[in-house]
């Protein structure tokens, strides 16, 4: 079955911004950490922002202060609000989940998540 489905891509031009959008089917989904990863042809996925079951947030260093993301535990979704989008910003973008330990520290790595999307593409244009 179908437990994260994001929605929301496009293409946007440099400057622009895109939110993202990953729904989510997990019993869980209130005590996960939710992440969201990112993929540009030829290179491997990385890791983009995360947020705890606590609603801490982090961010990778590309992306800190343009993107921004949340999550609504009663409606089970999970938001990546991206701004001043740039053309290396280009990439399919997947959202993940996984049981968090409350006292466990972010989870930033693939390895960390059991459960993922299949991906929604995000092209910009310079």
């Known amino acids: 079955q179908v437990q994260l489905l994001e929605s929301g891509g496009g293409v946007v031009q440099a400057g622009g911004s895109l939110t993202l959008s990953c729904a989510a089917s997990?019993?869980?989904?209130?005590?996960?950490?939710v992440g969201w990863f990112r993929q540009a042809p030829g290179k491997e996925r990385e890791f983009v922002a995360t947020i705890h079951r606590t609603g801490s947030t982090y961010y990778a260093d590309s992306v800190k202060g343009r993107f921004t993301i949340s999550r609504d535990n009663a409606k089970k979704t999970g938001n990546l609000q991206m701004n001043n989008l740039k053309p290396e910003d280009t990439a399919v973008y997947y959202c993940a989940a996984r049981d968090a330990i409350l006292t466990a520290p972010y989870y930033t790595s693939v390895d960390d998540y059991s459960t993922w999307g299949q991906g929604t593409q995000v092209i910009v244009s310079s």
């Open positions: 997990r019993r869980t989904f209130n005590r996960d950490a």
